[in-house]
């Protein structure tokens, strides 16, 4: 057990090796206005009454050190801190403790929106439907006060970045089949909305996969690798890809467009041609789609 010594001014007893120990009482029955500061959701905080302490003695070691961190705009070092933290216990609840399938990783949103508006849930490809719609209603009700906009991607959406999760927002999802509102959210730490007393809600939206897709329209990963590979070789200034780097199949890629594909790389474009024009039709519209096995 450390070592604790008796303080000063109040029947406590504090840690010996302390660096500094701030003793005081704490009005139970009074509050002061406290002045404005800034906060982690990025507003600043207006005055409001709080509790205030009356200092009666400070105490230190010879040389202390003072050990503080900035938490106003995220992210900053209370964030990152919290995040950490936040998102292991968000998996663990998913996975262990409601045992949902298919769950691969939690990430919470941190710039400008301090962690808890914005939560992306990560889901190995495939993974039933109903285990997705458990998991989005579960993450918004471990707390009270997380968990505004809540989405579910798949394994090859990054959740972290909000480039891609946007990407699988905007192309994986039909709102009006794979969006829901939960009502009677907490509004949590932040400046609240003039409706409602400022009540919330959750809007769970499943940006999966609901099927095969075409593959991403990238150059396949040895291409991608190789160019990469060239333009270190010349010295050019270092690359910071982001994914989707590179083009993957999404399970819809017939074989005969993977012949075309093969063709187009080693410039067979006139064979290519060749082949396209004698498919030629004048009984179909134009953007007509061509099924192929």
Avoid at 54 to 71: D, M, N, Y
Avoid at 108 to 132: D, N
Avoid at 238 to 263: K, N, V
Wanted: hydrophobic share 40%.
């Amino acid at each position: 057990m450390p070592a604790r010594s008796r303080a000063k001014t109040v029947d406590l007893l504090v840690p010996a090796e302390a660096e500094i120990v701030i003793e005081g009482l704490i009005n139970t029955e009074l509050l002061e206005p406290e002045a404005p500061f800034g906060e982690s959701h990025g507003y600043v905080n207006l005055q409001e009454y709080n509790a205030f302490m009356e200092v009666t003695a400070i105490t230190r070691r010879h040389r202390p050190i003072l050990t503080s961190f900035i938490s106003q705009v995220t992210p900053s070092e209370s964030s990152v801190i919290r995040r950490v933290a936040m998102e292991p216990v968000y998996l663990h609840h998913l996975r262990t403790v409601l045992g949902i399938k298919g769950v691969k990783r939690v990430a919470m949103h941190e710039p400008l929106t301090s962690l808890y508006a914005v939560i992306a849930i990560q889901f190995a490809r495939l993974t039933l439907e109903s285990e997705i719609w458990r998991a989005l209603h579960a993450a918004a009700s471990l707390h009270r006060f997380a968990g505004k906009w809540i989405v579910a991607v798949d394994e090859d959406i990054e959740p972290d970045n909000a480039d891609a999760l946007f990407w699988a927002m905007s192309y994986r999802c039909q709102p009006q089949h794979d969006l829901s509102v939960v009502p009677h959210k907490d509004p949590g730490h932040g400046p609240r909305g003039p409706r409602d007393g400022g009540e919330s809600a959750a809007v769970l939206i499943n940006a999966t996969l609901k099927g095969t897709y075409s593959p991403v329209a990238l150059p396949k990963r040895e291409f991608m690798e190789h160019a990469r590979a060239i333009w270190e070789r010349l010295g050019l200034p270092p690359l910071t890809p982001q994914p989707p780097w590179h083009g993957y199949d999404l399970g819809h890629w017939p074989p005969e467009l993977e012949r075309q594909a093969e063709m187009a790389a080693k410039s067979e474009y006139f064979e290519l041609g060749k082949n396209l024009a004698n498919e030629r039709r004048s009984d179909v519209a134009m953007n007509t789609p061509i099924e192929r096995d």
